[in-house]
């Protein structure tokens, strides 16, 4: 699926203010969107991560892609894409996972979020489509609507623990550690 495999975006990091917007819909599924998707995965299985939204690379659409398969010679790569999705379904059930962020680079923190959701979205050919998903894939599609929403997992912490982090991450750049 993914034509080109070269990047040409770079991951922006917090406290940078594209992390905090609200990304727009995409009217259409052309070749300049697949192309963006293909740039994203690029970028996204070089990091490496298992997921990557649009505003992560300074864009401020609604598009983002993930990937959980293992990356072993065994495992078929299985690039997701969603453009505009939308929440049909949440369960009432909660599930806690510990969750990092490229853009907060070496943090992670426990989450709570709906432990089933049902998306509906655009893929990557155009179509309609729908998924239901739990565990780490669920947490993976909440997570990536979320930065759509200008909303980062560390913003589900108080401010105290998300300005510890902030400040790592900082002092990670000041160290040229990233
Ligand atoms: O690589 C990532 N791992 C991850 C782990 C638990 C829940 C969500 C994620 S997404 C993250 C990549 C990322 O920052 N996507 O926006
Ligand atoms: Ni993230």
């Known amino acids: ?100 962020c490229l853009s907060i680079p070496k943090q992670y923190a426990e989450v709570e979020r709906p432990a089933i959701v049902r998306v509906k979205y655009i893929d990557y050919n155009g179509k309609d489509a729908e998924l239901e998903a739990q565990g780490l894939l669920s947490h993976c599609i909440q997570h990536e609507m979320d930065h759509l929403n200008g909303m980062l997992f560390i913003d589900y912490l108080s401010t105290l623990k998300r300005n510890i982090m902030i400040k790592k991450v900082h002092k990670l750049k000041k160290q040229n550690l990233l």
């Open 1 to 100: 699926m993914p034509m080109s495999t070269k990047k040409n975006y770079r991951i922006v990091t917090v406290p940078d203010p594209v992390l905090k917007q609200i990304a727009q819909p995409v009217d259409k599924v052309d070749d300049a969107i697949r192309t963006q998707m293909d740039g994203m995965l690029a970028v996204m299985y070089d990091a490496p991560g298992i997921g990557l939204a649009a505003n992560q690379v300074g864009l401020l659409n609604r598009v983002f892609v993930m990937d959980l398969s293992s990356r072993t010679e065994e495992e078929e790569p299985n690039p997701i894409c969603m453009v505009n999705p939308q929440i049909l379904y949440e369960s009432e059930e909660m599930s806690v996972m510990e969750e990092g």
